[in-house]
């Protein structure tokens, strides 16, 4: 028998070989890929849901609280706008619990300071209130990271059935873990040792120490008692104040002023523009101390404000000093020039001095000085199209030759608060320092408080409407008042503070003092 001749497609003859199979190594690399793309999608899908839809509200003691589980590392936090918030470091993980007081319900809050038995409870309560919406707020936060996962499995892997089932499974299991190393470092001790920002920093000086509060618990549970009383006093002092602009929207700018690096004070501008929801920050001098290069790292927080904010020069502020306030975003510094916030023109003109020492000024020299510089802004505002709404100056010194010219006129230097009306029908409004005078504040019998007023102005005419008046306490106490002042159409009607009759506005203490 003849042998075969070679096949038609392979006239060599030679045998050659199939295709081989792909390595182990590949098949391997080619199964984590997979698999890490599936943990990626799942915890992507999972960790974005959780962050724009996981939160809840929920009533806690007499406040409605708003919580959220934030993928941005363990521990809890607990905001208290405007007095700052406190931070426990008390487990660790991926997730954070967020708690934000956002208002008082007037009805249990009046319940709880009328029923003296329910008020010695009101720790239990807050405890009870508290543990419920954890709970529910972990079982929402599960759901949603599920629904997350599964969702965001479907867009990218389409027809694959099997793929929402399998981002479902990677997301239990995510969930069991954060779940398990928050039981595993679990540390109650960190409830005695909080993180405090802004006013409630002085909270050690109102409960005390660990140790204090182990040897008198019974003082500790009625602080905390007081505490949450009179935060709840003026959460509702803040919801029952009158209306600032009548049936009309109005312009809401915060004035502040003599800062002098108190990071306290920065933290309570932030509070008040965050809780009062400013249009802008106006800030007459005195940022600083020295107007030293190493003071100046603290300046760049008027940056992270998110809203204008419009400086002019103190006495103890640098040209350096105003040039690093100029590099902020959405800062403006004023020098004998002008801006709109909000459809409200602000003009303005630095302190003509510099003295951070102020044994080396001569007053005869400074007066003509600041007389010279206010007439200089005055003249500015005679040749804009429209007069301004607000001038903004340093010293009150300045402020004379400015009455007729501009409505309202703001200042600062004195670290004393003062309105009053100059004969030309101009209001000045000197505040005192937001800043407690800084380190100089301790220099006194008593520290200097800390300062700030929200303007509420008219959005057509640029005329004041009504102003809260902001006191926090200074280092060791820890009281806050909150008194409004509606300003009358017609300077023919005298100005009185709300005085909380009637269920109007009121000066609130918003934590016991010292």
Not at 78 to 105: C, F, M, N, T
Not at 203 to 229: K, Q
């Amino acid at each position: 028998m003849t042998p075969a001749g070679p096949s038609p497609r392979n006239l060599t003859g030679v045998t050659e070989p199939t295709d081989p199979r792909p390595s182990l190594w590949a098949r391997r690399s080619r199964f984590v890929g997979r698999g890490a793309l599936r943990v990626v999608v799942a915890l992507v899908g999972a960790l974005l849901a959780v962050a724009v839809f996981g939160h809840i509200s929920a009533p806690i003691g007499p406040f409605d609280a708003n919580l959220a589980f934030r993928p941005v590392g363990g521990g809890a936090q607990v905001a208290v706008p405007p007095l700052g918030s406190l931070s426990v470091d008390v487990y660790d993980g991926p997730l954070r619990l967020e708690i934000q007081l956002q208002r008082v319900d007037q009805e249990r809050a009046r319940a709880l300071a009328g029923d003296p038995v329910r008020l010695a409870g009101v720790v239990n309560e807050v405890t009870d209130d508290l543990h419920g919406a954890v709970v529910r707020l972990a079982w929402t936060t599960a759901g949603l990271a599920l629904g997350g996962a599964a969702l965001t499995s479907v867009v990218v892997f389409r027809r694959r059935w099997h793929e929402p089932l399998l981002a479902a499974g990677i997301t239990t299991a995510f969930l069991v873990a954060t779940a398990g190393i928050g039981a595993a470092t679990w540390r109650p001790a960190a409830l005695s040792q909080p993180t405090y920002t802004g006013l409630l920093v002085n909270a050690n000086s109102l409960i005390g120490s660990a140790e204090d509060i182990a040897a008198r618990f019974d003082a500790y549970r009625a602080s905390l008692e007081d505490l949450v009383a009179n935060v709840g006093t003026l959460y509702a002092t803040l919801s029952a104040l009158p209306a600032p602009g009548g049936t009309t929207d109005t312009v809401a700018l915060l004035h502040v002023s003599d800062l002098h690096l108190n990071p306290a004070g920065f933290d309570l501008v932030r509070q008040v523009v965050d809780q009062f929801q400013v249009d802008g920050v106006l800030d007459t001098g005195d940022i600083t101390d020295w107007g030293s290069q190493p003071e100046n790292r603290l300046i760049t927080s008027v940056g992270t404000f998110d809203v204008p904010y419009v400086y002019i020069r103190g006495n103890h502020d640098s040209a350096t000093t105003a040039a690093l306030v100029a590099e902020q975003p959405d800062a403006t510094v004023l020098d004998d020039s002008s801006v709109t916030v909000a459809g409200i023109q602000i003009i303005g003109a630095p302190d003509p001095r510099f003295t951070p020492d102020k044994s080396t000024g001569d007053d005869d020299v400074d007066q003509d000085a600041l007389t010279a510089s206010g007439q200089g802004l005055a003249d500015y505002a005679g040749t804009l199209d429209r007069p301004p709404s607000i001038a903004m100056v340093h010293e009150p010194g300045q402020a004379a030759p400015l009455d007729g010219v501009v409505p309202l006129v703001l200042a600062g230097h004195t670290h004393e608060r003062d309105v009053s009306m100059l004969e030309g029908g101009t209001r000045l409004m000197v505040e005192g320092s937001t800043g407690g005078a800084g380190l100089r504040g301790l220099q006194g019998d008593y520290p200097e408080p800390l300062m700030c007023t929200v303007l509420y102005l008219d959005p057509d005419t640029g005329y004041l409407r009504a102003y809260d008046e902001i006191t926090l306490g200074g280092l060791g106490e820890t009281e806050v008042t909150i008194q409004r002042t509606v300003v009358p159409p017609a300077d023919t009607t005298p100005e009185t503070p709300t005085d909380g009759t009637a269920g109007e506005g009121s000066i609130a203490p918003a934590s016991p003092s010292d």
